[in-house]
């Protein structure tokens, strides 16, 4: 019998915390097994420790005051033996890695073949000339169009999808025998990450790689692995055929873990509908129009909008990167003046309203509550500026609000002195909420508020508001690119491409019955926890792209 490609048992790493001799232990004996040619996905929230595992398989604490114990083998290669031409023959030309964030992993300086180019300089000796046909020879292999032309071009020049593919040529250049994939689709829309998750399958079937897949995203490991390995706080708490795991699961986590998974199948929770006789919308929008730049460099980002939303109903609005859905929702809020048509607020042009810009009754929720809030100054603070905004001027009765918003979003009172950085992310979404709820808004624009967030936290954040919306009768508009939690929020939805709405109804019968060629090409991309129908699925969606 063969040996693994991966072996690790009784993985224990621990952080350095605090004064000389404390530590943080993230992951709390592990073992797994990796066969040549299989896919195996670790799964968890944030903070569970799999992008730890995923880190030590290449011997990235090695040097870094991180303690680890444990045996870690990959191709024969034993991490804790190993030194540094040992550790720098294994990463990246016997195991290579693709990380989450493109951006940060390539050098905005030079162009992407060069990059590539040096990767392969260093592993394989070879000279500038071959390297750099390597790099093309690899791009081309992702999926770059023009890769000759392209590798030329600088990281920014290139697409959130088309930079995750520089990344995967990088991870390919030296032929690797095991790729590991660290939340490789977690910022991008749901036709590039289908797109990205059919090439990783694709070289694995043809290459006959080793895959680790890390995610929080149960859904995406479903499709693409096969086997599952689930995670909480540092702990393997379930493992076994990705088929088995997902039908029936043994560890009462595992079983949380799914049931907040949003699907496009589940029964969508009641609604509440605006009444028959409600006298106006709280906001519409007529024939919105966004240009960015001008002459011949302008770029229309929204083109012809119109829509409605009414007290107590919210309205959905999908679409890819670039569709032009966050720029629209900053238009219904006042942030960004129209290039042409009109917004109007419960009967009231937005222009008759407006304080410092901004309509009044109506509030924003962002996508990152990290660079939203100010790192300065206490959570509390940030609550109370939309009240002192708004002309308040009593503190006690400021402090008092505060306090009941905290509560009201799940909080304490007694956070109101914290700073943000002592918070998870889906606590300071939280913040984030309630921040939006302090001046008793209409109406509150939400941009992909749950997009970075465990799927547990994102069923919490979700949730809340619409217990919120119930309760206050608020006007929501719910901006994502997750069809399926968009389901499950929404009265009605609105499908946005290049700037204009090409599907606009009530969300079951979008849902159910789309008639839009690209609706339909987005929900087909949407995976599902249902690894039997993998291969249907992806034949179906290169079908629809070819």
Not at 169 to 196: F, G, K, N, S, Y
Request: net charge negative; glycine share 10%.
């Amino acid at each position: 019998m063969s040996e693994p490609l991966v072996e690790v048992r009784d993985l224990v790493v621990d952080f350095p915390v605090g004064a000389p001799g404390e530590w943080l232990r993230a992951v709390d004996g592990v073992s797994l097994t990796l066969d040549a040619g299989g896919a195996l996905g670790i799964v968890g929230e944030s903070g569970s420790g799999k992008s730890t595992v995923a880190a030590a398989l290449l011997g990235l604490h090695h040097g870094t005051g991180t303690r680890v114990t444990g045996a870690v083998r990959v191709a024969g290669t034993d991490l804790a033996g190993a030194g540094a031409p040992q550790l720098r023959a294994l990463r990246g030309g016997t195991a290579a890695m693709v990380f989450q964030d493109p951006l940060s992993s390539l050098d905005p300086y030079y162009a992407i073949g060069d990059q590539i180019a040096e990767v392969y300089r260093v592993h394989a000796d070879a000279s500038r000339r071959a390297a750099r046909a390597r790099a093309v020879e690899v791009l081309d292999r992702v999926g770059i169009p023009d890769a000759v032309r392209r590798s030329r071009a600088r990281p920014h020049e290139f697409s959130g999808g088309m930079r995750q593919r520089a990344l995967i040529a990088m991870a390919l250049a030296c032929e690797p025998r095991l790729l590991i994939a660290d939340e490789p689709t977690t910022a991008l829309d749901v036709t590039v990450q289908a797109q990205i998750l059919d090439l990783l399958h694709g070289l694995r079937e043809e290459r006959g790689l080793g895959l680790l897949l890390v995610t929080h995203d149960v859904g995406v490991a479903a499709e693409n692995v096969d086997e599952l390995l689930v995670m909480r706080d540092g702990r393997a708490v379930e493992r076994g055929p990705v088929g088995r795991v997902l039908a029936a699961p043994t560890d009462p986590y595992t079983r949380d873990l799914l049931d907040a998974v949003p699907r496009l199948d589940a029964p969508r929770p009641s609604r509440l509908r605006p009444a028959p006789d409600e006298p106006a919308p709280v906001v519409e929008a007529f024939a919105l129009r966004r240009e960015f730049g001008r002459g011949k460099r302008a770029v229309t980002a929204v083109d012809g909008v119109s829509l409605a939303v009414r007290a107590g109903e919210t309205l959905g609005i999908v679409g890819e990167s670039g569709s032009g859905k966050s720029t629209l929702g900053r238009m219904l809020v006042g942030l960004l003046e129209p290039s042409a048509g009109e917004v109007r607020h419960t009967g009231e042009a937005a222009g008759g309203a407006v304080r410092d810009g901004i309509p009044h009754g109506v509030q924003m929720v962002f996508q990152d509550p990290v660079s939203s809030l100010n790192p300065r100054r206490s959570i509390g603070e940030s609550i109370a500026d939309p009240l002192r905004a708004a002309g308040e001027r009593d503190e006690g009765a400021i402090r008092a609000r505060v306090a009941e918003l905290l509560e009201r979003v799940g909080l304490e009172a007694a956070h109101h002195d914290r700073y943000p950085h002592e918070f998870s992310g889906g606590q300071r979404q939280r913040v984030g909420i309630a921040r939006a709820l302090a001046p008793r808004p209409r109406l509150i624009v939400c941009d992909e508020p749950v997009s970075a967030l465990d799927v547990t936290t994102q069923a919490q954040v979700t949730a809340l508001l619409a217990e919120l919306q119930r309760e206050l009768g608020i006007a929501l508009v719910f901006i994502a690119h997750d069809l399926a939690v968009v389901r499950q929020v929404s009265d009605r939805v609105a499908v946005m491409r290049a700037g204009r709405i090409v599907e606009e109804g009530p969300v079951d019968e979008v849902y159910d019955r789309p008639r839009d060629p690209y609706t339909r090409r987005l929900l087909a991309a949407m995976p599902a926890l249902d690894p039997e129908r993998a291969g249907d699925r992806r034949s179906s969606r290169q079908e629809a792209y070819a």
